[in-house]
C-alpha cells in the first residue's frame, strides 16, 4: 500500500530562517494524524509544504505518489484553512455550490452531496442565510463541508474545531472516524488536546522539531504519563534539556 503523504528529511523556511528541520511523516490510507504544538511551532508552515504550496528547502514530500510541489494534487485534497475564507454576501449553499464548481465536481453531483456534507456540521437549516450573518463557529463549520464536498481521498483540515460547541465536535469526529473507515487520509492541526486524542497517530512539534510522534497509546506508555498533554510537557521538558547540553 502506499503511503498518502511521505515526508523525509524535510527542512524549511524562508531566508536564512528555518522554520522546520529534520521532519520525517508517513501518513497511510486510513490513518489520521494530529499536528500539535503551541502557535509557531511549524504546524501550518508544514502543512503548506505538504500541500504544495511552498517548496521544500531541502528534504523529499510526496503525497498520493507524486513529488510536491504539483498542481494537479490540490483537486484532490479537501483544504480547510484556519482563516474562513468565504463569501459573506453570498448564502452558505451559494458559497458551497461555488467552491464545489471550482474543485472540478459537476453540479448534478454537487446537489446530491450538499445536504449529506451540511448535515455532518449541522447547517442544513441555516442554508440560505447570507454567510455574513454566520458566527464564528458556523463560518467554521461551513469551511469544513466544503472541504468534505469533492469527497477527495485527502483531508488537510487546520484548526477544525476552534470555536465549536463540545457536542458538535463530538459529531464531526464521529464522521471524520467514518470517512477514515472508507479508507480517506486526514491530517490536521490542533491545539485542542480532547482532539489529538481521537487521531491514529500524533507529531508534537516545537521549535521546528518533532519532538514526539507516534500513536497516542504508544506515546502515553513510553512516557509513562496519563495524558497527551503531559506527554507534550514532557516531551518539551526533553527537548530543552538536549539544546542546553548541545
Known amino acids: 500500500?502506499?503511503?498518502?503523504?511521505?515526508?523525509?528529511?524535510?527542512?524549511?523556511?524562508?531566508?536564512?530562517t528555518v522554520v522546520l528541520h529534520d521532519i520525517d511523516l508517513?501518513?497511510?490510507p486510513g490513518e489520521i494524524l494530529a499536528l500539535i504544538g503551541p502557535s509557531g511551532a511549524g504546524k501550518t508552515t508544514l502543512v503548506s509544504t505538504i500541500m504544495g504550496m511552498l517548496?521544500?528547502?531541502?528534504?523529499?514530500?510526496?503525497?498520493l505518489g507524486r513529488a510536491v510541489p504539483d498542481r494537479a494534487l490540490l483537486a484532490r485534497i479537501g483544504y480547510m484553512a484556519q482563516t474562513d475564507a468565504l463569501y459573506t454576501t453570498l448564502s452558505a449553499r451559494e458559497n458551497l455550490m461555488f467552491f464545489g464548481t471550482m474543485?472540478?465536481?459537476d453540479r448534478a453531483t454537487l446537489v446530491q452531496r450538499l445536504p449529506q456534507a451540511t448535515a455532518v456540521v449541522n447547517l442544513d437549516q441555516a442554508l440560505d442565510q447570507a454567510v455574513g450573518d454566520y458566527s464564528g463557529g458556523m463560518k467554521r463549520r461551513l469551511s469544513l463541508a466544503i472541504?468534505?464536498?469533492?469527497?477527495?481521498?485527502?483531508?488537510?483540515?487546520?484548526?477544525?474545531?476552534v470555536g465549536i460547541d463540545p457536542e458538535l465536535r463530538q459529531q464531526i469526529w464521529v464522521e471524520l472516524h467514518r470517512l477514515a473507515d472508507e479508507g480517506k487520509t486526514i491530517l490536521l492541526t490542533t491545539h485542542v488536546m480532547e482532539d489529538a486524542e481521537e487521531?491514529?497517530?500524533?507529531?508534537?512539534?516545537?521549535?521546528?522539531?518533532?519532538?514526539?510522534?507516534?500513536?497516542?497509546?504508544?506515546?502515553?506508555?513510553?512516557?509513562?504519563?496519563?495524558?497527551?498533554?503531559q506527554v507534550f510537557l514532557k516531551a518539551g521538558r526533553a527537548q530543552d534539556a538536549h539544546n542546553r547540553h548541545d
Open 147 to 161: 472541504a468534505l464536498l469533492a469527497d477527495p481521498p485527502l483531508l488537510i483540515l487546520d484548526e477544525p474545531t
Open 199 to 229: 487521531a491514529s497517530q500524533l507529531m508534537m512539534i516545537r521549535g521546528g522539531a518533532a519532538i514526539a510522534q507516534g500513536t497516542p497509546a504508544a506515546l502515553l506508555a513510553a512516557y509513562q504519563v496519563d495524558s497527551i498533554e
Open 26 to 28: 508517513t501518513v497511510m
Open 55 to 63: 517548496r521544500p528547502k531541502a528534504g523529499r514530500v510526496r503525497v
Open 1 to 16: 500500500m502506499t503511503a498518502t503523504i511521505e515526508v523525509q528529511g524535510l527542512q524549511q523556511g524562508y531566508g536564512k
Open 103 to 105: 474543485m472540478g465536481v
